[in-house]
């Protein structure tokens, strides 16, 4: 069996995954039921648009777990396969369940015959689709909708930027206030790659020991 440290390996999680670091906007009913570690439901899955925020509730629903000295695990299908070892967690969140192969399906069936017996393993999942609508074996289907579904709404533009601000406070970035405006208006409006805008701009302002100002942005992004 593997230690609980070795099914954390996915999980250098920095602190801003967690659920006080989530702008709610209209996801308050599934929020409350990740964060209640008294939930007696084993199987949840969640779906909405890419930058809608699934992510990072999968992640700070591992998080909660290992604050809480639970055994955890976080799998993104995209670059990380699926292994049989993933039994040993007692919570296990999958992000992009459309990107599991035949063989992932096969064993991702297995746990969830295996933590329905047991009733000691929860299992949190992540698509684009609802996962009705997801390529996967009818079988695994219908188990995945054996449990909740919540789709996952997307952010207003103030709420987009209200949560850009809780994420520079938390990574302690020094940017202008113009600089998220700025952003938010004239680009990809989907969360994630505002984020990963601002990262970048904080590594160059970091190099070049410069505040991340408006002129800084453009030349930094050779607008």
């Known amino acids: 069996m593997l230690a609980s440290s070795q099914l954390t390996f996915e999980l250098a999680l920095p602190s801003h995954f967690d659920f006080n670091h989530f702008v709610v906007g209209n996801n308050q009913e599934a929020l409350s039921m990740l964060s ?19 992510t990072h509730l999968l992640k700070a629903w591992i998080h909660q777990a290992i604050l809480n000295k639970e ?25 992009h369940i459309e990107a599991l192969d035949a063989n992932a399906q096969i064993i991702l069936f297995s746990l969830y015959n295996l933590f329905r017996s047991t009733k ?25 909708l054996s449990g909740l579904v919540y789709e996952i709404h997307g952010l207003s533009d103030e709420q987009k930027l209200t949560a850009l601000h809780t994420y520079v406070r938390a990574q302690q970035i020094n940017i202008h206030k113009n600089v998220l405006q700025y952003l938010l208006r004239h ?32 030349t930094t992004l050779s607008i």
């Open 120 to 144: 000691e393993s929860r299992v949190l999942l992540a698509s684009t689709l609802p996962p009705i609508h997801v390529n996967l074996r009818d079988d695994l289907r219908s188990r995945i």
């Open 36 to 54: 209640s570690l008294d939930s007696d439901e084993p199987f949840m899955a969640l779906w909405g648009h890419h930058g809608s925020g699934k």
């Open 71 to 95: 055994s955890a695990l976080y799998i993104d299908a995209c670059h990380t396969k699926l292994i049989d070892a993933a039994k040993h967690a007692k919570f296990l969140a999958i992000d």
């Open 187 to 218: 680009f990809q409006r989907n969360l994630t790659s505002l984020i990963a805008i601002v990262d970048t701009l904080d590594r160059e302002a970091l190099a070049q020991k410069h505040p991340i100002t408006l002129p800084f942005l453009k």
